[in-house]
């Protein structure tokens, strides 16, 4: 900022002493602004930059620059610091232009604050409890998209292999591959950024293999989706051009957004892309809840009884024909804060 200042100076010919005069400014301090051993105030700032023709966002960012290595940098932790505050202020930033509810501010504030007790003692967690929770998952996932085994039944067919009399192969499957879907799932977490095209075909077709063999792995080429409920289903050509859509703004937003409101928003855009024929839903849960583990959270559990399921698919009609994201939101939040609070129950009473 000095040499900004000094050079901009001298270009227009001046003095220090007349550079004093015109800003009421004392001569000693303008010395001082050139030779870096003071700073100027905000609104010397101002002056300076007006009466020298100085870009003022040039000149204002170096200010800022060399306040904030004033302040922290030497210490050992300044770069970290850094990180975090920039990844706030672009949060911050964003707030402007993507309003936050009181309640759903609340609820982020909660689930964040039990995010660091669950980081803390994450070291505990078993392999019981992990299996504990994917199991629950999966039932949840699987009933929400209308399959009728059990908690028990779920758990005989993933983990003992056994065949429950009267359901059908379909549940079977359903259950199977989301086990495998979810494993593939696991490997991905250590990606920085979304998950690719690719990846997300293999999702799919771990989670439809044996079901809709012929749907697997690829976009859907009709404008049908099969036992889905879908709201103004986009035409099956132009899933390729929506999904990149759907990567570039998630590339764009994935700073400037709560994970859960990332989470939120990527599973709405794909509720109502509807890239598949099959499984539509199923995957992007999985991809919301992808976001979510990538950042250090839990995946949002969403229950899969009739009321939840109700609340869920109402939700996405909102998001979907009024551009309202309030009440998924909420829902995603509250399922992510229960997520939360049951991994550290089974921490505590393991």
Same mark, same amino acid.
């Given at each position: 900022? %000095? ?9 227009? @010919? #001046? ?49 800022? /620059? ?13 770069? %970290? ?8 202020? /672009? ?16 609820? =982020? ?63 079977? =499957? ?7 879907? #979810? ?14 095209? /690719? ?10 293999? @044996? ?5 697997? @792995? ?22 390729? %051009? ?60 969403? /229950? ?33 804060? %229960? ?12």
């Amino acid at each position: 900022m %000095k040499d900004l200042l000094k050079n901009a100076r001298e270009q227009k @010919g #001046l003095k220090t002493r007349e550079v004093a005069q015109m800003l009421h400014i004392d001569q000693a301090l303008i010395s001082k602004f050139e030779n870096g051993q003071r700073k100027p105030t905000r609104d010397q700032l101002t002056k300076l930059a007006t009466l020298l023709e100085i870009d003022f966002d040039t000149l204002l960012i170096s200010w800022l /620059k060399e306040k904030i290595i004033y302040e922290i940098g030497q210490d050992e932790f300044a770069l %970290k610091a850094i990180q975090l505050a920039e990844e706030e202020i /672009k949060r911050n930033a964003f707030k402007k232009t993507y309003p936050i509810s009181a309640a759903l501010q609340l609820l =982020l504030n909660e689930i964040d604050n039990l995010k660091e007790k669950v980081t803390r003692f994450r070291s505990f967690e078993t392999e019981a409890i992990k299996q504990t929770i994917a199991l629950d998952y999966i039932f949840n996932s699987n009933q929400l998209d209308g399959n009728t085994f059990s908690l028990e039944e779920t758990i005989a067919v993933i983990q003992k292999g056994e065949t429950i009399a009267g359901k059908s192969m379909r549940e079977h =499957l359903e259950a199977i591959n989301h086990i495998e879907a #979810l494993r593939y799932l696991e490997t991905l977490y250590s990606k920085s950024g979304f998950i690719s095209e /690719k990846e997300i075909f293999t999702l799919h077709n771990l989670s439809v293999r @044996g079901i809709t063999p012929e749907e697997s @792995g690829k976009y859907r080429t009709t404008d049908t989706v099969q036992n889905e409920t879908s709201y103004n289903l986009p035409r099956f050509n132009t899933i390729p %051009k929506l999904m990149a859509d759907t990567f570039l703004w998630y590339e764009t937003n994935k700073i400037k957004l709560h994970p859960v409101i990332l989470a939120g928003e990527i599973l709405a855009q794909l509720q109502q892309i509807q890239p598949f024929a099959f499984g539509n839903n199923k995957v992007a849960r999985m991809i919301m809840n992808f976001i979510l583990l990538q950042q250090g959270y839990l995946s949002a559990n969403i /229950k899969g009884d009739m009321a939840s399921r109700m609340r869920l698919e109402h939700a996405l009609n909102e998001a979907q024909t009024s551009q309202s994201k309030e009440l998924l939101l909420l829902q995603i939040a509250e399922a992510e804060k %229960k997520s939360l609070e049951r991994y550290l129950n089974l921490l505590v009473y393991q």
